[in-house]
């Protein structure tokens, strides 16, 4: 298996909504990111998890709050977003040796 | 912080012409990706590259470390290699995110049949 899953491939939500996005790689890679990516605009880091642990937190809003239960899967908590949060959110990972990122197909978020 | 530009921003192609997207950094490397997105948002990563020349199928990336250089070429170009090509530098020396990867802003091509 040499894939990243993400669900959902879409999501709509209200601004009081709670929901969570899902990735998840069964290739025994120990570093996870989260990337959200604006239309026409790069891929902007999140989070970095490595060994489980959250090893770096790029100042983003308290209304993000990833958790990575074990080492193939890795969640990323919503709640009480703002319209301009949506975006493509993009799950990734990294093999324990080597450069080469494998990315999901990402979670389109739509907040209304 | 490495500035990473990237050239074309736009580019419109017949079937089967021959394809150069280029990418620029400011400082010194240790890698540099090529990456493949296509409408819908996943991402591909198509090459890893810290010196030279690599292919793959009809996809051609080079990399000049003197000149912070980098190209990816597309040979008999198909409407299927429509995508945004980015391209996205591990520089130790810099920024670029908690992973060092500063990314460029990407190539929109479009192969017109």
């Known amino acids: 298996d040499t894939e990243v899953t993400q669900t959902p491939k879409h999501l709509v939500m209200g601004m009081t909504n709670k929901k969570s996005l899902k990735c998840e790689q069964h290739?025994?890679?120990?570093?996870m990111y989260w990337y959200k990516q604006k239309a026409k605009k790069p891929p902007e880091l999140m989070f970095v998890?490595?060994?489980?642990?959250?090893?770096i937190n790029e100042s983003v809003p308290s209304r993000f709050s990833p958790e990575c239960p074990n080492s193939s899967l890795l969640n990323l908590h919503l709640h009480a977003l703002q319209p301009e949060d949506s975006a493509l959110y993009l799950c990734?990972?990294?093999?324990?040796?080597?450069?080469?990122?494998?990315f999901g197909s990402g979670t389109q978020l739509s907040v209304l | 912080k490495n500035e990473v530009e990237q050239s074309p921003q736009n580019l419109t192609a017949q079937e089967g012409e021959f394809i150069t997207i280029n990418c620029s950094y400011s400082?010194?490397?240790?890698?540099l990706h090529w990456l493949q997105q296509h409408p819908g948002g996943g991402i591909v990563s198509l090459f890893m590259l810290s010196s030279g020349k690599k292919k793959h199928g009809r996809l051609i990336a080079t990399i000049n470390i003197q000149e912070k250089h980098s190209s990816l070429h597309i040979t008999a170009s198909h409407p299927r290699d429509s995508a945004v090509y980015i391209c996205?530098?591990?520089?130790?020396?810099?920024?670029?995110?908690?992973?060092?990867?500063?990314f460029g802003k990407g190539t929109h091509l479009i192969i017109q049949p």
């Open positions: 996205a530098v591990r520089s130790p020396y810099s920024g670029g995110g908690a992973d060092g990867l500063t």
């Open positions: 290739m025994g890679h120990r570093a």
């Open positions: 990734a990972s990294r093999p324990p040796t080597g450069e080469k990122l494998f």
């Open positions: 998890y490595s060994y489980e642990k959250l090893s």
């Open positions: 400082v010194g490397i240790s890698a």
